[in-house]
């Protein structure tokens, strides 16, 4: 897949600390700051989205399912052979 170039600004605490994790973890070769930042993001991105998909369900179970017509009147019925 292509990189794209982007440019943000980080509070300086943060940046240092990125820089070395980032060293720490790939070396300090070229493109270790752009590896670290894309597995970060990746792994925000994945937990941001398990985050919403929980949320949508359980906005529907707080909501409520319509099950249709009951179409037994009792539990023998449901086990009968």
């Known amino acids: 897949m292509a990189a794209k170039t982007i440019t943000i600004n980080i509070r300086e605490d943060v940046e240092k600390k990125l820089r070395q994790i980032a060293?720490?973890?790939?070396?300090?070769?070229?493109g270790y700051l752009g590896k670290a930042v894309t597995e970060a993001v990746e792994e925000w991105a994945r937990k941001k989205e398990e985050t919403d998909v929980n949320a949508r369900?359980?906005?529907?179970?707080?909501?409520?399912?319509?099950?249709?017509?009951?179409k037994w009147k009792s539990r023998d019925e449901l086990h009968e052979r």
């Open 23 to 30: 060293a720490a973890r790939y070396g300090k070769r070229k």
């Open 57 to 70: 369900a359980l906005a529907m179970l707080k909501k409520g399912f319509k099950m249709g017509k009951i």
